[in-house]
């Protein structure tokens, strides 16, 4: 039986998370920079088809980082950069709430 061993080293989930943390941060805060200034496809339509001055307000429209940019920061492209690092650091507080309290659940015994 030829058994074939792996000479990788194996990567631990802290370094892959971290890793994936530092990308995801990089393309949310620097590649952001670089997204285009033309409507995205919803509001392409809706100026298309001319309905796009019936929108109305939402929810999140008094948000400090409504419409992909922070509030206060003169300079667009840093202010995008900005809300898309919130947005990253959100999420992850957000998953990793609850990721914690689904681990904390105790399994189904199956007997």
Known sequence: MNRHVSTRKRISTRTLLLWGLAVTLVLAGV?????SGHPDGLEFVAEKLGFDSTAAGHAGGDSPV??????????????????GLIGVLLVGIVMTGLVALLRRRTPARRD
């Open 31 to 35: 590649v952001s920079f670089y997204a």
């Open 66 to 83: 409504a419409d992909y940019g922070v509030r206060g920061v003169e300079n667009s492209r840093l202010s995008g950069g900005l809300a």
